[in-house]
């Protein structure tokens, strides 16, 4: 496990505040960074409670959703969200439990929506509500979610996942939120952010096509393709991306995945996705060290595949815009895979440069030097970085000296091997990488 996520939609602000220590203790014990991923709750649509807990609803009955707080039973139940409710049009479609039942709006007021039950079944307290013909008259960021982050940013995490955005306004408002603290990733969950995708790209520090909400937004059969293109999208950009929910699935319960949850992880790695993610398998799962090792075993096996080499240095060269660091990049990335190279090295002040490796994709490995251990720890979101924390650099000698030592100190080099170097100068200029040079270890 390279980043450890925490839901701020279910834990507290005491419980968050322990896992981060425990993970910062245990980062300590590991002697490497460790990220942290924040993940926001955003303007999930809930129902209320009922009067039972829950109520069977029958296709062909009708079923209201309204403002009152009285517990509901099989013909209503609260929905506390008069926004919404007064932007639903006629036929609209409603979705509540991921999918399992579907109805059909007849008429909506600012009080009340009345439905017609299409697709019945158990529906129990609090369970999610999905409008996938609606853009939600809403910004991504809840009450809540307007203090979450500067709870957390205080305590110090290192990304913040941004649910349900739908327009790049939404980006923007988080990231004047979290004021440079961490980085900013928008999770895709909404047919409008596939729409708004490109704008959403630009104003984000990172993405999270994450399958659940957008497998019930979307018809089911479009998750792949779109998936696939999200992901390509995203690569160009030089930023990470992460493919999340429903991966190993089957893990919350059995010691062992289904073999189509495997190759539906080994898809998304070969499609060039950064990281892959557990979510209920870790986070409320009977197998969470199975699940991890799972995934990670995956992993590992798909990037042994020669094939997978291949795939990943596919790539239309002539959409990534060049100036002087990404030429550095290319560079570095083919001195590396012609030559009998070790690492790459990449010293870096702000991490900008450190990422302008991704989009190259070489085949040996990364190594980004930082002074900045929030730098580092955000790095372990991105594929083929490894970080580490190394002492300033007044000059680029100094980051040549760095480079083969911490290679050599992390089994990336041994004595005698060659690397390329690259970094900045001035060194302390941020976002300015203009010089390359092989080194020997």
């Known amino acids: 496990m390279n980043v ?114 299409i697709v019945g079944g158990k529906n129990s307290n609090r369970k999610g509500v999905n409008l996938p013909d609606v853009i939600l008259p809403v910004s991504a960021q809840s009450e809540k979610d307007r203090s979450d982050p500067e709870f957390v940013c205080a305590l110090g995490v290192d990304w913040l996942a941004l649910s349900f955005v739908q327009p790049t306004a939404d980006v923007v408002e988080a990231e004047a939120l979290v004021k440079d603290r961490a980085q900013v990733l928008s999770k895709i969950e909404k047919p409008a952010a596939v729409e708004n995708f490109d704008e959403i790209i630009s ?49 919350i319960e059995a010691p062992v995945p289904t073999r189509a949850e495997v190759s539906d992880v080994a898809t998304a790695i070969y499609d060039g996705a950064d990281a892959v993610m557990l979510s209920a398998e870790t986070a409320a799962g009977q197998y969470p060290v199975e699940a991890v090792k799972v995934m990670a075993a995956v992993a590992k096996e798909t990037e042994h595949d020669p094939r997978y080499a291949v795939l990943k240095s596919n790539r239309p060269v002539d959409e990534i815009e060049i100036d002087t660091s990404h030429a550095i990049a290319a560079a570095a990335r083919e001195i590396a895979d012609r030559a009998k190279i070790a690492p790459i090295c990449r010293f870096t002040q702000s991490g900008a440069t450190a990422l302008l490796v991704d989009p190259e994709k070489p085949t040996t490995p990364i190594l980004a030097m930082t002074q900045n251990v929030a730098t580092a720890r955000q790095f372990w979101l991105v594929w083929g970085l490894r970080s580490v924390v190394v002492a300033q650099a007044d000059r680029f000698r100094d980051a040549t000296l760095h480079a083969p030592e911490q290679s050599c100190a992390l089994g990336l080099a041994k004595a005698g091997d060659e690397l390329v170097v690259t970094a900045g100068v001035p060194i302390e200029e941020a976002g300015s990488t203009n010089i390359l040079r092989v080194a020997r270890a």
């Open 4 to 117: 450890s996520c925490l839901n701020m939609s279910r834990d507290t602000h005491d419980d968050v505040a322990g896992m981060h220590k425990a993970i910062r203790q245990t980062e300590v014990a590991l002697g490497r960074p460790i990220g942290i991923l924040a993940d926001l709750q955003g303007p999930k649509i809930r129902c209320g409670v009922f009067a039972e807990t829950s109520a069977r609803l029958s296709p062909g009955a009708s079923f209201r959703f309204d403002l009152s707080q009285d517990a509901g039973d099989q013909t209503r139940v609260c929905r506390p969200h008069a926004d919404v409710l007064s932007d639903l049009k006629a036929g609209s479609t409603i979705l509540v439990d991921d999918g399992k039942i579907r109805m059909s709006l007849i008429e909506a007021s600012e009080t009340h929506a009345d439905c017609a039950i």
């Open 203 to 251: 104003a984000s520090d990172g993405i999270m096509v994450a399958r659940g909400d957008l497998g019930v937004e979307l018809p089911v059969q479009e998750v792949p393709r779109v998936q696939k293109s999200l992901v390509a999208k995203v690569r160009l950009s030089g930023k990470p991306v992460i493919v999340a929910t429903h991966m190993l699935e089957s893990m």
